[in-house]
């Protein structure tokens, strides 16, 4: 079977720092790329992070320079350290395995007060 696990979402004001963490089991973890997207309501879900299997990243324009993927080979994990956190940001977070097949997580939702 296989389980995708997000956490740490919450409430947070703009400005503060928030890091989400997704767990991954039933993959051979080493060999997937994984990502964080996100939704807002009446949205489409959106790109925000990927990191490879070799470490490489890519983020979306609008999170450049305030998020942070990361990925422990160890644990089956991946993080996303969120900084400087703008309301924009509210929405719903969802982790993904992706090759060859892809997996998603139930999503985790993240909160900005303005």
């Known amino acids: 079977q296989v389980h995708i696990v997000e956490s740490g979402g919450g409430l947070v004001q703009t400005g503060g720092a928030l890091t989400l963490s997704c767990a991954a089991s039933?993959?051979?973890?080493?060999?997937?790329?994984m990502g964080w997207y996100r939704q807002a309501p009446g949205k489409q879900r959106e790109f925000v992070a990927v990191i490879a299997k070799d470490g490489s990243t890519n983020y979306a324009d609008s999170v450049k320079g305030r998020f942070t993927i990361s990925r422990d080979n160890n644990k089956n994990t991946v993080a996303l350290q969120m900084n400087s956190l703008k309301p924009e940001d509210t929405a719903v977070y969802y982790c993904?395995?992706?090759?060859?097949?892809?997996?998603w997580g139930q999503g985790t939702q993240v909160t900005v007060s303005s």
């Open positions: 039933g993959i051979n973890f080493r060999v997937y790329s």
């Open positions: 993904r395995a992706d090759f060859p097949q892809s997996y």
